[in-house]
């Protein structure tokens, strides 16, 4: 950071202090997903945490690094946003069809996919997550399940590899009280089961495995589809509370939702998204171009199989994955 920037940004330069952010916002925006689970709460975080920066810039003294005080803002904006009940879970969703009962209900609804493409380089050598881990939809899902000082503390220290007394100053708490939420945080993160990846994303098998469901799935093939599953693997639609457990569940929905959507079709867009293989997904008649954004799937791998279908049915989300409004090619 060059201390001339960092004065013209002081003394209210809008383009020094662009020129001061940008190396940042990538990585805060981020952190503020895993933070609040949700794409939309972490545009208006940043945009928060960059107001908030601008303000208070004058106050920075150089104590710490620039990007550790951003990280403070950063952090304590997205705490005072889930303690106002500003996180509000977004309108369920109400098929135009009967859907068998659920397996059971999720509570976090508010979960949202994150493009592979703004993901950052991994963090420092020491971190307890890898990059790739730290992004899985299974691991932010589990931090929304925390206590919302534990997830910071637990992103903090364990993906960002900042040391106690960093967080401890960022939290305005002790040493000692970080190191406590740290270790709950980290019992709690075991007691839900939270495993790490098992293959390397983008691999051949992967691709392979995502090739194989898409093409399945695009023509309603309920069989095939199941025979890509692991015995207990799991289908969830957010905000749709409903998750679908073993493949018998999930065969009995896939069969409902075919039969109820009568002759229209999905058809896929491959992508990635939480370091997973991913679709956008559309609906529409077979050969009508004009299909229908429909959402974004996401598949949780488990060795050659497929551990869980994530169907996230906000139908902005292909644009904001680069898509357009109608495919332009698809898989089927």
């Not at 569940?249 to 229209?264: C, K, N, P, V």
Request: charged share 20%; net charge neutral; aromatic share 8%.
């Amino acid at each position: 950071m060059s201390s001339s920037v960092l004065q013209l940004a002081r003394s209210g330069d809008e383009q020094a202090f662009a020129e001061l952010m940008e190396p940042h916002r990538r990585e805060l925006h981020l952190h503020c997903y895993r933070m609040l689970g949700s794409i939309t709460d972490a545009d208006e975080l940043l945009q928060e945490t960059m107001i908030a920066a601008w303000r208070g810039l004058g106050g920075f003294t150089g104590r710490s690094s620039l990007r550790t005080w951003l990280y403070r803002i950063a952090t304590n904006r997205c705490l005072n946003y889930i303690r106002d009940g500003k996180r509000r879970p977004p309108p369920v969703p109400v098929p135009p069809f009967a859907v068998p009962e659920p397996s059971r209900r999720e509570e976090v609804t508010w979960l949202q996919p994150y493009p592979d493409a703004w993901l950052d380089p991994a963090p420092g050598p020491s971190a307890r997550y890898e990059a790739r881990e730290a992004v899985r939809l299974a691991f932010v899902g589990a931090l929304q399940r925390l206590p919302p000082r534990q997830t910071a503390v637990l992103v903090l220290c364990d993906v960002l590899d900042f040391s106690l007394a960093e967080v401890a100053t960022m939290l305005e708490a002790t040493p000692a009280a970080i190191k406590g939420l740290l270790q709950r945080a980290r019992t709690s993160l075991a007691r839900g089961h939270f495993t790490r990846a098992d293959r390397e994303s983008g691999s051949h098998t992967e691709a392979d495995l995502a090739q194989r469901f898409a093409d399945a799935f695009c023509v309603d093939n309920v069989d095939a589809v199941v025979a890509l599953l692991t015995d207990d693997a799991w289908l969830a639609m957010p905000p749709a509370p409903h998750e679908y457990r073993g493949a018998e569940a999930i065969a009995e929905f896939l069969r409902a939702t075919a039969a109820g959507r009568a002759e229209r079709r999905f058809r896929l867009l491959p992508t990635r998204a939480n370091a997973q293989p991913a679709f956008a997904c559309y609906l529409g008649q077979p050969n009508d171009p004009a299909a229908q954004p429909s959402g974004l799937i996401v598949l949780t791998l488990s060795g050659d199989q497929i551990a869980g279908i994530t169907h996230f049915l906000n139908p902005e989300l292909p644009s904001i994955f680069g898509f357009r409004n109608s495919p332009a090619g698809s898989v089927n």
